[in-house]
């Protein structure tokens, strides 16, 4: 069992920048995929960005890239997404998922371990 802690999140102005945090206990989660999604009141939850096993490989959806970067720190059993430039569209909570497979998957379905999330708050 993987238990996942959110940390990081907050209320911040346009512009600003946030490093979420993800930090997993109960088993290593070197080697496995990890996620991070994000759920808008009203909307269905959405991927954000993806991390593979070694961390050699990172998927992110249009609207991110290039401002957001997911990285991992096996050895703290962690995963971060460092947020930059923040638009209000991105308000949301923000979730950690982590799959037991090296690849990972755009679908949340595929995921099998959940944090609580964090709320992200950006006004205008």
């Known amino acids: 069992q993987v238990l996942l802690v959110e940390s990081g999140g907050g209320l911040v102005q346009a512009g600003d920048s946030l490093r979420l945090s993800c930090s997993a206990s109960?088993?290593?989660?070197?080697?496995?995929?990890m996620g991070w999604f994000r759920q808008a009141p009203g909307k269905e939850r959405e991927v954000v960005a993806l991390i593979n096993g070694n961390g050699g490989m990172t998927y992110y959806i249009h609207s991110v890239k290039g401002r957001f970067t997911i990285s991992r720190d096996d050895a703290k059993n962690t995963v971060y997404l460092q947020m930059n430039n923040l638009e209000p569209e991105e308000t949301a909570v923000y979730y950690c998922a982590a799959r037991p497979y090296f690849d990972y998957v755009i679908s949340s379905r595929f995921y099998d371990y959940w944090g609580q999330g964090t709320q992200v708050t950006v006004s205008s």
């Open positions: 109960g088993r290593t989660v070197s080697g496995y995929a």
